[in-house]
Structure formats: structure tokens, C-alpha cells
């Protein structure tokens, strides 16, 4: 079946530190790929997506590659703020009609100013 | 709009108590879903409904029944609490567009404790 391996957390790094979380999926086909973020106390947001190879993903400073030939989607930032503490999570979805998304495990994030 | 609503935001059960976790959504979406949330395992699909009138197991319906019981409202129900239900539960939301990707919008959550 279809998987998602995320990096295992938590990552703390400092205000404006370069960040790479790390995701990798199994998968039929060609699913799209997604990742989320989920501040404290809230439910889960879109973050950014990629629907195909080659694909980039952006918003907020933060974007990800869609690489087929090394089933990844590694989220990037070049300067992180203490704003961006959350956890974030990778997923796919099949292209089947309900679209389910599968989840990674998450990946808590504390940037410290 | 206020997206996706849920009801309780906390519950406390005993075992055996039975309870229903309510959801609606306010932007005309056919397709909603039930999610658990469990330290170091992400989210995990309970049950979804791809449009009105249809429901299916995800990956872990055990324990759970839901109702579809219009287009606006998705309702979970623990008809015999267990302490392994103990979680928080998210209901989400997506109109899928005819082959593209598929963006779901969350609610706030309901955290619930079954001693």
C-alpha cells in the first residue's frame, strides 16, 4: 500500500537557520504530494503541493520538489522564524475518487529566536 | 465562512460509554473524512464519504460507525469506548477537482480521553 516515511523529529534550530525536512513516499502511480502544518491547539492547514515530477510547491518562504526518480518531497526554508515553530507533516494522495490522503508521522519543528 | 466546525472540542468517557463526535462544513463539499491523530503516527483515516449518501471504512474503521447525515454534516460515533480511543479526531473536508489534487480542510480537532 501507499506510505509516507518522514525525518524523526523534533528539529530545533535557531531564527534564520536553513531548514530541509525530510519526506519520501511509497506509491502506485502517480500520487500528489502535500505537505501540512499544524500550529499548537489548531487543526491541520495546506501548506504547499505538487500534483507532478518536477513539480515545485511554494508559499511562505517554504517549497518542496516532487522527485520521482528518488520518491521524495523534502521541505525546504532558506531562513526560518520563530513564527514557523508548528509540526509539519508530508502526505499523499491517491488520484481515486475520495482522494484519501495517507500521512506521515510528523515532524515537531521549535525555532528559537 | 467558518470552514469546518467540530463538537465537542474535549470529551471525557468511561469505557463502555458510547458518544457521537459531530462535523459540518459550510463550503458545499461532497467529499469529508474522519482522521485520528496519535503521537509519533501522524493521522490515520477512520471513515470517509466521497459525496452524500455513501460512506467507507479507511484504515482504522474498528470501533466506529458514522453517519453522512446530509451534505453539510459527518458524524463519528463510539458506540462502546476503549481506552485505544483515546485520541485527538480531526474531520476534514475536500471537493475534489476532476483530476487534479485534492486540498482538504481540517477542523479544530476533539481531544478525547476514555479512561
Known amino acids: 500500500g501507499n506510505s509516507v516515511t518522514q525525518m524523526e523529529g523534533p528539529v530545533t534550530l535557531s531564527e534564520e537557520a536553513f531548514l530541509t525536512i525530510n519526506c519520501t513516499y511509497t506509491a502506485t502511480g502517480y500520487p500528489s504530494l502535500f505537505w501540512y502544518v499544524q500550529y499548537p491547539g489548531e487543526g491541520l492547514q495546506l501548506l504547499l503541493k505538487a500534483t507532478k515530477a518536477d513539480d515545485k510547491g511554494s508559499n511562505k518562504g517554504f517549497e518542496a520538489t516532487y522527485r520521482k526518480e528518488t520518491t521524495s518531497f523534502h521541505l525546504e526554508k532558506g531562513s526560518v522564524q520563530v513564527s514557523d515553530s508548528a509540526v509539519y507533516f508530508c502526505?499523499?494522495?491517491?488520484?481515486?475518487?475520495?482522494?484519501?490522503?495517507?500521512f506521515g508521522q510528523g515532524t515537531r519543528l521549535t525555532i528559537n529566536p | 465562512n467558518a470552514g469546518v466546525t467540530q463538537t465537542p472540542k474535549f470529551q471525557v468517557l468511561k469505557t463502555g460509554q458510547s458518544m457521537t463526535l459531530q462535523c459540518a462544513q459550510d463550503m458545499n463539499h461532497n467529499s469529508m473524512y474522519w482522521y485520528r491523530q496519535d503521537p509519533g503516527m501522524g493521522l490515520r483515516l477512520i471513515y470517509y464519504?466521497?459525496?452524500?449518501?455513501?460512506?467507507d471504512k479507511g484504515e482504522v474503521p474498528n470501533g466506529y460507525n458514522v453517519s453522512r447525515l446530509n451534505k453539510r454534516e459527518f458524524s463519528l460515533r463510539l458506540e462502546s469506548a476503549a481506552p485505544s480511543q483515546t485520541s485527538v479526531y480531526f474531520c476534514?473536508?475536500?471537493?475534489?477537482?476532476?483530476?487534479?489534487?485534492?486540498?482538504?480542510?481540517f477542523g479544530p480537532g476533539t481531544r478525547l480521553t476514555v479512561l
Open positions: 502526505a499523499l494522495s491517491d488520484r481515486s475518487g475520495a482522494q484519501k490522503l495517507v
Open positions: 464519504s466521497a459525496s452524500e449518501g455513501t460512506t
Open positions: 476534514a473536508s475536500s471537493e475534489p477537482p476532476s483530476g487534479g489534487p485534492d486540498t482538504q480542510y
